[in-house]
């Protein structure tokens, strides 16, 4: 549920904290790189049997390593979570050289460091075999070895899956290792699991030798590639293989085989354009299989273990007709495309240090949008990345809390600072640059570029400068740009610029001002951070939104970039496709220009990306109060005439901020301005699927539905009542919840709740419980449905989040319905803390200050009963008021705007135009 605003943000300070009592210990968390590892020889025994595998293991493990010093007098490695049985250090020959009590050894808990003393030196450049025996526990917490479980339909018996996820650094939570990213090395992986059980490992099965007289076996694996610890991976379980051969083979579940077909067949063409592509086909890599496997719990959506891919059930799995819609399609075909390119960007190449851990994710994430454009180009992927990626990191750089790609490695020692680095800076801003790169080196430069990087550092360990070395290569001479200045002002700093463009000689010139673009310029950000900018635009003279390729840099060292033009410009639209990192924003007069050649034909030619990225850049520029709301919703007026998906999702997206602030009275004007600007959307796309509909289409419908209809548009409640009724189509998956939710809101709610009722698959069930909660008969469902026994808590928290959520203008009356007798919502949630939460959820949709009032009074009133849990009522009290004020200040122009607007029937846009900008102009004047 929404509720846990308040948790997030205790937690986000716990976490700050944390970091900081670790940054002041400076203990080395390092290990010293005086001794490596070359080979691990591992073997892991699970106890217990099929029915219960047991909640320990225990293993032994043989690590080669040797050491480049003569007098090397103890060997310190990583172990977490492990009792040790018996060490020993073997010499070259295989001989013993010592046995190490286990009471000499020392563990420090804080750097999760085993040092191991020893009665004699090593002697340099020879190998040595550290030998441990020792056992572990078998996790519930999805790190290290840890369990998940099922239940079978047919036996209804409770199956075991054992898997691991050593990623970040839990591969010491397994056996004790060398458990950093660089030292890399071999692995030889032995698993003993009971009778009934298999298991895979990242390489191939070599044999199974038999313990009969325990009704064991051992299953012995090929040894690895050189790699890191972090991709060691084994998974014990009754799966079997249901797809596949040695090659690309997918385990899981016997009762998948016929739900898998989908991501296998992805994982078949990944792999086969990624060969192509990189020019080093998997093989070479140095593992002959690769594998797919999935379970019912996983922390990520993959792991991209080498040769065992580990996947959580939602990605491999397809439900016909539940989640296989083109939602669940695309994302499993993401996330495959992926977890597959991690094969050669992080388990071939790895980055050396956590500290830049997007040498890994950048490229995984960019390979996830455009490799997948590339196989399946109907999900018009590379338009989708501009909202869902970089628009999407745009803002989380633009704050305090943002961090750059790069950090020190000094400054990335203890496990929070490197949890820290695991970051959406690393993946979407990652991607964004790697795109930015891509599309000015042009795609054949840019692919030499990383197939020598992977030739080179195959195996091998990299930091960013190795790949700056293999951009350079092949980047292209012109415009002249100082390169390393331009690669690490925008992976070493942090944030991004705007540049400001003003038009003079009249109209014959541009000129350009950069500065860092912050939401919150007094949270602490630094403000004077300058970028190296590729400049790139169209104009109304040439509008060529297909060249991407700078014609100049704008650098660090110069005040403002100048653009002349023989004849007069109407307008200019900077950062082509938005391909390159930095927001614009545009004088008055350019904008209002840009805004009348958007309501021309064919939006003159404007790339989709850049109608994107106005809606965007102007929603961002109002909310860091560089011009008002009134201005931004004045602009998307132009929306009327717009059709495409990704500048409405950018429209929403900015919408939803300001939406959520207006008053049930205010949102009456919205209403309407709603209605309006979608009317050539909402016409082309009505609430039915039709045959011919794109991918986006359906991801349109589904966005504007919910908008219009959540906004109590009059055609889109009857469209949908009229459709539902005379049940016009079976909505696919994707619309499926909105839909019903529409419909839910008129007079379909019995209908919606019946299908709930009968429904028997659960993630359907959940749906339409949701969708049954949009109901405006709130009363009746409260009473019945949330108060009733027949629901459990989590579905009655949600229920209600639906409730009010999605009926903005009943937020009141369901406030009141709740406290007229909070003890009966006590009862249902069976607890203060969670009444509290929900109450506090609710509040944070408040919008006036009679609800404010109401509010107070119900704390005062009240305190007593929530105990603790008054304090989560203070903090959301104090945030109402915050955003009344918010509103407030904020939002005055805009209801003024929606006002005036609707009454003015008659005035022409263009006109309603001019009079607000005279009433900005004397604003900004005062
Ligand atoms: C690894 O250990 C197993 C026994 O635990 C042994 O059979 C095998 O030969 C060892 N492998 C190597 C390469 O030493
Ligand atoms: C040490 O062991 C590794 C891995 O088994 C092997 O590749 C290497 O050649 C050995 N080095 C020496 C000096 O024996
Ligand atoms: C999978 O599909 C095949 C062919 O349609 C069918 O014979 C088989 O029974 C299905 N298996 C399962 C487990 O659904
Ligand atoms: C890894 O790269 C470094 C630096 O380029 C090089 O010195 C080293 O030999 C490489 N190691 C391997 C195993 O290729
Ligand atoms: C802000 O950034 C500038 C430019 O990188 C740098 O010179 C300055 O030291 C930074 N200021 C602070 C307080 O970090
Ligand atoms: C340039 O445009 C910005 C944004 O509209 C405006 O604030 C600024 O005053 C203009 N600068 C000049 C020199 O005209
Ligand atoms: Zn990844």
Same mark, same amino acid.
């Not at 086909?281 to 080498?306: A, I, K």
């Given at each position: 549920?929404?509720?846990?605003?308040?948790?997030?943000?205790?937690?986000?300070?716990?976490?700050?904290?944390?970091?900081?009592?670790?940054?002041?210990?400076?203990?080395?968390?390092?290990?010293?790189?005086?001794?490596?590892?070359?080979?691990?020889?591992?073997?892991?025994?699970?106890?217990?049997?099929?029915?219960?595998?047991?909640?320990?293991?225990?293993?032994?493990?043989?690590?080669? @390593?040797?050491?480049?010093?003569?007098?090397?007098?103890?060997?310190?490695?990583?172990?977490?979570?492990?009792?040790?049985?018996?060490?020993?250090?073997?010499?070259?020959?295989? @001989?013993?050289?010592?046995?190490?009590?286990?009471?000499?050894?020392?563990?420090?808990?804080?750097?999760?460091?085993?040092?191991?003393?020893?009665?004699?030196?090593?002697?340099?450049?020879?190998?040595?075999?550290?030998?441990?025996?020792?056992?572990?526990?078998?996790?519930?917490?999805?790190?290290?070895?840890?369990?998940?479980?099922?239940?079978?339909?047919?036996?209804?018996?409770?199956?075991?899956?054992?898997?691991?996820?050593?990623?970040?650094?839990?591969?010491?939570?397994?056996?004790?290792?060398?458990?950093?990213?660089?030292?890399?090395?071999?692995?030889?992986?032995?698993?003993?699991?009971?009778?009934?059980?298999?298991?895979?490992?990242?390489?191939?099965?070599?044999?199974?030798?038999?313990?009969?007289?325990?009704?064991?076996?051992?299953?012995?694996?090929?040894?690895?590639?050189?790699?890191?610890?972090?991709? @060691?991976?084994?998974?014990?379980?009754?799966?079997?293989?249901?797809?596949?051969?040695?090659?690309?083979?997918?385990?899981?579940?016997?009762?998948?085989?016929?739900?898998?077909?989908?991501?296998?067949?992805?994982?078949?063409?990944?792999?086969?354009?990624?060969?192509?592509?990189?020019?080093?086909?998997?093989?070479?890599?140095?593992?002959?299989?690769?594998?797919?496997?999935?379970?019912?719990?996983?922390?990520?959506?993959?792991?991209?273990?080498?040769?065992?891919?580990?996947?959580?059930?939602?990605?491999?799995?397809?439900?016909?007709?539940?989640?296989?819609?083109?939602?669940?399609?695309?994302?499993?075909?993401?996330?495959?495309?992926?977890?597959?390119?991690?094969?050669?960007?992080?388990?071939?190449?790895?980055?050396?240090?956590?500290?830049?851990?997007?040498?890994?994710?950048?490229?995984?994430?960019?390979?996830?949008?455009?490799?997948?454009?590339?196989?399946?180009?109907?999900?018009?992927?590379?338009?989708?990345?501009?909202?869902?990626?970089?628009?999407?990191?745009?803002?989380?750089?633009?704050?305090?809390?943002?961090?750059?790609?790069?950090?020190?490695?000094?400054?990335?020692?203890?496990?929070?600072?490197?949890?820290?680095?695991?970051?959406?800076?690393?993946?979407?801003?990652?991607?964004?640059?790697?795109?930015?790169?891509?599309?000015?080196?042009?795609?054949?430069?840019?692919?030499?570029?990383?197939?020598?990087? @992977?030739?080179?550092?195959?195996?091998?360990?990299?930091?960013?400068?190795?790949?700056?070395?293999?951009?350079?290569?092949?980047?292209?001479?012109?415009?002249?740009?100082?390169?390393?200045?331009?690669?690490?002002?925008?992976?070493?700093?942090?944030?991004?610029?705007?540049?400001?463009?003003?038009?003079?000689?009249?109209?014959?010139?541009?000129?350009?001002?950069?500065?860092?673009?912050?939401?919150?310029?007094?949270?602490?950000?630094?403000?004077?951070?300058?970028?190296?900018?590729?400049?790139?635009?169209?104009?109304?003279?040439?509008?060529?939104?297909?060249?991407?390729?700078?014609?100049?840099?704008?650098?660090?060292?110069?005040?403002?970039?100048?653009?002349?033009?023989?004849?007069?410009?109407?307008?200019?639209?900077?950062?082509?496709?938005?391909?390159?990192?930095?927001?614009?924003?545009?004088?008055?007069?350019?904008?209002?220009?840009?805004?009348?050649?958007?309501?021309?034909?064919?939006?003159?030619?404007?790339?989709?990306?850049?109608?994107?990225?106005?809606?965007?850049?102007?929603?961002?520029?109002?909310?860091?109060?560089?011009?008002?709301?009134?201005?931004?919703?004045?602009?998307?007026?132009?929306?009327?005439?717009?059709?495409?998906?990704?500048?409405?999702?950018?429209?929403?997206?900015?919408?939803?901020?300001?939406?959520?602030?207006?008053?049930?009275?205010?949102?009456?004007?919205?209403?309407?301005?709603?209605?309006?600007?979608?009317?050539?959307?909402?016409?082309?796309?009505?609430?039915?699927?039709?045959?011919?509909?794109?991918?986006?289409?359906?991801?349109?419908?589904?966005?504007?539905?919910?908008?219009?209809?959540?906004?109590?548009?009059?055609?889109?409640?009857?469209?949908?009542?009229?459709?539902?009724?005379?049940?016009?189509?079976?909505?696919?998956?994707?619309?499926?919840?909105?839909?019903?939710?529409?419909?839910?809101?008129?007079?379909?709610?019995?209908?919606?709740?019946?299908?709930?009722?009968?429904?028997?698959?659960?993630?359907?069930?959940?749906?339409?419980?949701?969708?049954?909660?949009?109901?405006?008969?709130?009363?009746?469902?409260?009473?019945?449905?949330?108060?009733?026994?027949?629901?459990?808590?989590?579905?009655?928290?949600?229920?209600?989040?639906?409730?009010?959520?999605?009926?903005?203008?009943?937020?009141?009356?369901?406030?009141?319905?709740?406290?007229?007798?909070?003890?009966?919502?006590?009862?249902?949630?069976?607890?203060?803390?969670?009444?509290?939460?929900?109450?506090?959820?609710?509040?944070?949709?408040?919008?006036?200050?009679?609800?404010?009032?109401?509010?107070?009074?119900?704390?005062?009133?009240?305190?007593?009963?929530?105990?603790?849990?008054?304090?989560?009522?203070?903090?959301?009290?104090?945030?109402?008021?915050?955003?009344?004020?918010?509103?407030?200040?904020?939002?005055?122009?805009?209801?003024?705007?929606?006002?005036?607007?609707?009454?003015?029937?008659?005035?022409?846009?263009?006109?309603?135009?001019?009079?607000?900008?005279?009433?900005?102009?004397?604003?900004?004047?005062?």
């Amino acid at each position: 549920m929404k509720g846990s605003g308040i948790g997030m943000r205790l937690l986000a300070v716990a976490v700050i904290s944390l970091t900081l009592i670790a940054t002041s210990d400076c203990a080395g968390y390092r290990l010293s790189n005086n001794v490596w590892p070359s080979f691990y020889n591992l073997t892991i025994n699970i106890q217990g049997d099929t029915t219960n595998p047991g909640s320990t293991f225990d293993g032994e493990v043989a690590i080669t @390593l040797q050491t480049n010093q003569s007098n090397l007098q103890e060997i310190t490695l990583h172990k977490d979570a492990l009792d040790i049985s018996s060490c020993s250090l073997y010499n070259q020959n295989g @001989l013993l050289q010592q046995s190490v009590a286990t009471t000499s050894l020392i563990f420090d808990q804080e750097t999760q460091q085993l040092t191991v003393p020893l009665s004699q030196a090593l002697t340099a450049n020879v190998n040595y075999t550290l030998h441990f025996q020792f056992t572990g526990t078998v996790r519930t917490d999805l790190v290290g070895l840890f369990s998940a479980s099922y239940v079978e339909p047919e036996s209804g018996k409770t199956k075991w899956v054992l898997l691991t996820q050593m990623q970040r650094i839990n591969a010491r939570l397994v056996f004790p290792c060398f458990d950093e990213p660089a030292l890399k090395a071999q692995f030889e992986v032995h698993i003993g699991r009971p009778n009934g059980f298999n298991s895979i490992s990242n390489t191939r099965l070599k044999a199974t030798t038999s313990d009969a007289a325990n009704n064991r076996y051992v299953d012995h694996f090929e040894v690895t590639p050189l790699m890191s610890t972090y991709l @060691l991976a084994f998974v014990i379980s009754e799966y079997s293989r249901v797809q596949g051969d040695t090659e690309l083979a997918l385990y899981s579940r016997p009762e998948y085989i016929n739900k898998t077909t989908f991501s296998y067949k992805v994982g078949q063409q990944a792999l086969a354009a990624y060969n192509e592509i990189f020019q080093l086909p998997y093989q070479q890599l140095g593992n002959d299989v690769l594998q797919f496997t999935s379970s019912p719990r996983f922390p990520h959506n993959g792991m991209e273990n080498w040769g065992l891919i580990i996947y959580s059930d939602a990605v491999l799995v397809q439900d016909a007709g539940y989640t296989d819609g083109l939602k669940d399609l695309e994302f499993t075909t993401r996330i495959v495309v992926h977890e597959v390119s991690h094969m050669w960007f992080g388990d071939s190449v790895t980055f050396s240090w956590w500290s830049y851990f997007w040498l890994n994710e950048a490229f995984a994430r960019y390979y996830e949008y455009f490799m997948t454009h590339q196989l399946s180009p109907e999900y018009q992927l590379d338009q989708q990345f501009v909202v869902r990626q970089l628009q999407l990191i745009l803002r989380t750089d633009a704050v305090a809390s943002t961090q750059p790609m790069t950090s020190l490695e000094a400054n990335v020692q203890t496990p929070a600072q490197i949890a820290n680095k695991f970051s959406s800076i690393a993946y979407a801003k990652g991607a964004s640059i790697v795109r930015m790169w891509r599309n000015i080196m042009g795609g054949e430069n840019f692919e030499k570029s990383i197939n020598s990087y @992977l030739k080179e550092y195959h195996l091998n360990s990299t930091k960013p400068s190795d790949l700056f070395t293999h951009l350079k290569e092949n980047w292209p001479a012109q415009p002249a740009v100082d390169l390393d200045e331009f690669f690490t002002d925008f992976t070493e700093q942090e944030g991004y610029p705007m540049i400001t463009v003003n038009f003079t000689e009249e109209n014959h010139r541009a000129v350009l001002r950069q500065k860092r673009f912050l939401s919150n310029p007094g949270d602490g950000s630094n403000a004077t951070i300058l970028y190296t900018i590729p400049i790139t635009f169209a104009t109304n003279l040439k509008p060529n939104f297909q060249n991407m390729t700078p014609g100049i840099y704008f650098r660090k060292n110069i005040t403002q970039v100048q653009l002349n033009s023989q004849n007069a410009l109407d307008w200019i639209i900077l950062n082509v496709q938005q391909s390159n990192y930095y927001r614009v924003l545009y004088d008055t007069p350019i904008l209002n220009n840009i805004q009348l050649a958007l309501t021309q034909s064919d939006h003159s030619s404007i790339a989709v990306e850049n109608r994107a990225q106005l809606i965007d850049d102007l929603f961002n520029f109002a909310y860091a109060k560089m011009l008002d709301y009134a201005e931004v919703f004045q602009f998307i007026e132009y929306m009327s005439k717009e059709v495409h998906y990704i500048p409405w999702y950018a429209a929403y997206t900015g919408m939803e901020r300001v939406a959520k602030r207006l008053t049930p009275h205010q949102l009456t004007n919205f209403e309407k301005y709603l209605k309006d600007i979608t009317a050539a959307v909402y016409a082309k796309l009505t609430v039915n699927s039709r045959d011919y509909d794109v991918p986006l289409d359906v991801y349109n419908r589904e966005m504007q539905v919910s908008w219009r209809c959540k906004y109590q548009n009059t055609a889109c409640n009857n469209d949908v009542k009229i459709s539902f009724e005379g049940n016009v189509e079976q909505p696919s998956p994707d619309y499926r919840e909105t839909f019903y939710c529409a419909a839910a809101r008129t007079t379909g709610y019995t209908r919606v709740l019946e299908l709930y009722q009968k429904e028997t698959n659960s993630a359907e069930r959940d749906l339409l419980w949701k969708a049954a909660s949009c109901t405006r008969e709130y009363r009746n469902h409260y009473t019945t449905q949330i108060l009733g026994n027949s629901t459990t808590v989590a579905q009655k928290t949600t229920g209600l989040a639906q409730m009010y959520e999605q009926n903005p203008n009943l937020i009141s009356a369901i406030f009141s319905m709740i406290t007229e007798d909070i003890q009966l919502l006590y009862a249902a949630l069976g607890s203060w803390s969670t009444t509290a939460e929900v109450l506090s959820d609710l509040a944070d949709y408040f919008t006036t200050t009679e609800q404010e009032q109401q509010f107070s009074e119900f704390i005062d009133k009240n305190s007593a009963l929530f105990g603790d849990s008054a304090l989560t009522l203070k903090t959301a009290q104090s945030t109402v008021s915050t955003n009344l004020q918010w509103a407030d200040q904020r939002l005055g122009k805009l209801v003024n705007f929606l006002a005036s607007r609707n009454s003015a029937a008659g005035l022409t846009i263009a006109t309603t135009l001019l009079m607000l900008m005279s009433t900005l102009i004397s604003l900004l004047l005062k």
